[in-house]
């Protein structure tokens, strides 16, 4: 996959509205594999729909979303089975971690599907995001920041031309939040990947090729 656009996109809960000042919303927008974008977002702006949308969690929404010209609409579950295996990897704001499940257990539920990293590649970022000794603690012990952590883990388990991250530093500091940007970026760029970045307003240090409003 080399491009997903959106084109004239709104949010079903927006049509009534006539006020929608946005780079995104009822626009015509193209992501295009490799380049780095940052999407700047207020609260409630639908930025989390958005990743939602790409991904066919949600479909309540106008307008078109274009995978390589073809119009999500049209997809069967096996195509969408299909673009979240191999194309398409989301970190949710919310992250969905299992709590009963161990940091590395959560990871390998994603991996046991892709076959796509090494335990031993998996503990070498778990090492570097200085969380190694919580890789066999049940995730409802960790802190969210750590918890974002592992479900940045999670997301890169697998082959992928797209990484959406929505707010994926929150709650970390700026030490973490940039060993995270480096490891993402590093596995990104091994993969050709593009990268969106969602933000409310701490967002991830990179050279972005783009910064869209919402």
């Known amino acids: 996959m080399n491009t997903i656009t959106l084109d004239n996109t709104l949010p079903n809960v927006f049509l009534q509205r006539t006020d929608i000042q946005s780079d995104i919303w009822r626009k015509q927008i193209c992501f295009e594999k490799g380049k780095t974008y940052l999407i700047e977002a207020q609260s409630g702006t639908g930025k989390s729909s958005l990743c939602s949308f790409?991904?066919?969690?949600?479909?309540?929404?106008?307008?078109?979303?274009?995978?390589?010209?073809?119009?999500?609409?049209?997809?069967?579950?096996?195509?969408?089975?299909?673009?979240?295996?191999?194309?398409?990897?989301?970190?949710?704001?919310?992250?969905?971690?299992?709590?009963?499940?161990?940091?590395?257990?959560?990871?390998?539920?994603?991996?046991?599907?892709?076959?796509?990293?090494?335990?031993?590649?998996?503990?070498?970022?778990?090492?570097?995001?200085?969380?190694?000794?919580?890789?066999?603690?049940?995730?409802?012990?960790?802190?969210?920041?750590?918890?974002?952590?592992?479900?940045?883990?999670?997301?890169?388990?697998q082959p992928f031309d797209f990484l959406f991250c929505d707010e994926p530093i929150s709650h970390l500091d700026d030490e973490n939040s940039q060993m995270m940007a480096n490891i993402m970026t590093e596995e990104a760029r091994r993969q050709g990947a593009g990268i969106v970045i969602t933000s409310i307003g701490k967002h991830m240090n990179l050279p972005y090729d783009k910064t869209l409003c919402l």
């Open 54 to 157: 790409v991904v066919g969690y949600r479909k309540d929404f106008d307008g078109k979303i274009l995978f390589d010209g073809k119009d999500s609409r049209q997809f069967k579950v096996k195509d969408w089975i299909q673009i979240r295996q191999r194309h398409i990897s989301l970190l949710f704001q919310e992250l969905r971690l299992f709590p009963e499940l161990t940091a590395m257990e959560n990871v390998e539920i994603k991996n046991a599907l892709t076959h796509f990293k090494t335990r031993q590649e998996i503990g070498c970022w778990f090492e570097a995001l200085g969380i190694a000794d919580k890789i066999d603690d049940p995730v409802r012990l960790m802190s969210f920041g750590q918890q974002q952590r592992v479900a940045m883990i999670r997301a890169l388990v």
